[in-house]
């Protein structure tokens, strides 16, 4: 298993959807963007992330950070660029909100919310279209109701039910990559 395969399973089992629908809702959650660029002296280096990534290449970047194995050994991560002891941990959590199809990365000093960008430009192009057609209003419709963004606060996407919130911490992420990407003990 790559570090790239931990994140797609963790960002699988977050979306919290049924065995029938977790490969689509997968598909969606993973494309998320965020209109936000991490600091520059942040946990990720910006030259790690471009700005136009996705949820999935930051959370396997946070995984691939958690599998090095000296860093492993020394019970020690870069937190905002210190060696910082992980037992005063966590320092970060990776969000799904389930219910609005949204994603966040929380830190100490720092946070960002990742959304269907992709999904609102779209909707952009459309509205700026001339004539409008029928096939064109259509997919608007689809496209604002199939998530929403940061402007609805704690609203939901349609048809998604109550809120729903499940989260990965970097405590958790630490562990999950000690067991599946440490070949260094066993």
Do not use: C, N, W
């Not at 049924?18 to 969606?28: M, N």
């Not at 030259?47 to 958690?66: A, M, P, R």
């Not at 194995?69 to 037992?87: D, K, V």
């Not at 966040?104 to 279209?129: C, K, N, R, V, W």
């Amino acid at each position: 298993m790559t570090v790239r395969d931990g994140a797609r399973l963790s960002l699988a089992l977050l979306t919290g959807e049924p065995p029938s629908r977790v490969v689509e809702e997968f598909e969606f959650i993973r494309m998320l963007q965020t209109k936000d660029v991490f600091p520059i002296d942040g946990l990720i280096a910006r030259v790690d992330l471009h700005d136009d990534h996705i949820l999935e290449d930051v959370l396997t970047k946070l995984f691939e950070l958690h599998s090095d194995h000296e860093r492993i050994q020394s019970g020690r991560t870069l937190i905002q660029g210190f060696s910082t002891p992980t037992y005063y941990g966590p320092y970060f959590s990776v969000s799904i909100d389930s219910s609005r199809r949204t994603g966040a990365i929380q830190l100490p000093i720092f946070s960002t919310e990742y959304l269907d960008l992709a999904g609102a430009a779209e909707i952009e192009e459309l509205y700026s279209m001339r004539p409008r057609t029928l096939e064109g209003l259509e997919r608007i419709k689809e496209l604002e109701t199939r998530s929403v963004s940061s402007d609805s606060g704690s609203s939901v996407a349609a048809g998604r039910g109550m809120r729903v919130l499940r989260t990965i911490t970097q405590t958790e992420i630490l562990i999950i990559s000690q067991r599946l990407f440490d070949q260094g003990d066993e």
